[in-house]
């Protein structure tokens, strides 16, 4: 199984500052036939299910605002949030669909410095 | 628009049976591959399984932790995805989410509970 590994845990970043937030694989999730990244990034607020925020390790989803970015490839991924809003203090996980299992992060909790 | 409403959820004892049911609509379900995902109270997202498309001939896979316990299918002409939850564990307790599997788990439900308890 490829484990995916978030870091931080948790983060706290002032309102208009960058955030990051970083995420391993134990193993390449690059397919070369079609030289993708089957990395995505999803965003949970609480008590609602998780939004697809970037697949591909760095398209956005449709709707997704541009703040929100993705970067990266193999094994080490990054989400970038530009300029932090108060709406977007929440829970959020990277993921591999390079094979199953499919498998999460553990999860970084961002909340407002 | 795409929806997913997940049912069937609630209150059963160890050792027992649950079906849960995902009804979709807005987009072409038997084009699509289907996933149910957990998540514990407090905790992280888990997978717990998949059914590929008619293309792929609906082949499933699951995670280690329900293999031989739980079975998922879906009913192409009725829009639906289901779970069979048999032998529950108390580790089982969790709310259960049907997703649209895509590039990545494009679309969600809202979820149901289910709470394995004597």
């Known amino acids: 199984d490829i484990v995916m590994t978030q870091s931080p845990d948790s983060l706290a970043v002032s309102l208009g500052e960058r955030a990051t937030i970083n995420c391993k694989s134990s193993?390449?999730?690059?397919?070369?036939?079609?030289?993708?990244?089957?990395l995505a990034w999803y965003q949970q607020k609480p008590g609602q299910p998780p939004k697809l925020l970037i697949y591909?390790?760095?398209t956005r989803e449709s709707g997704v605002p541009d703040r929100f970015s993705g970067s990266g490839s193999g094994t080490d991924f990054t989400l970038t949030i530009s300029s932090l809003q108060a709406e977007d203090v929440a829970v959020y996980y990277c993921?591999?669909?390079?094979?199953?299992?499919?498998?999460f992060g553990q999860g970084t909790r961002l909340e407002i410095k | 628009e795409v929806q997913l409403v997940e049912s069937g959820g609630g209150l059963v004892q160890p050792g027992g049976s649950l079906r849960l049911s995902c009804a979709a609509s807005?987009?072409?379900?038997?084009?699509?591959?289907m996933d149910w995902v957990r998540q514990a109270p407090g905790k992280g997202l888990e997978w717990v399984g998949r059914?590929?498309?008619?293309?792929?001939?609906?082949?499933?896979d699951y995670a280690a932790s329900v293999r031989g316990r739980f079975s998922i299918s879906r009913d192409d002409s009725k829009k639906s995805l289901y779970l069979q939850m048999n032998s529950l564990k108390t580790e089982d307790t969790a709310v259960y989410y049907c997703?649209?599997?895509?590039?990545?788990?494009?679309?969600w439900g809202q979820g149901t509970l289910v709470t394995v308890s004597s």
């Open positions: 997703a649209r599997g895509n590039y990545g788990l494009d679309y």
């Open positions: 807005g987009f072409t379900f038997s084009d699509h591959y």
């Open positions: 059914t590929r498309n008619k293309a792929n001939s609906y082949n499933t």
């Open positions: 193993q390449s999730v690059l397919y070369n036939s079609n030289n993708e990244n089957y």
């Open positions: 591909w390790a760095s």
């Open positions: 993921q591999q669909y390079y094979n199953t299992p499919i498998t």
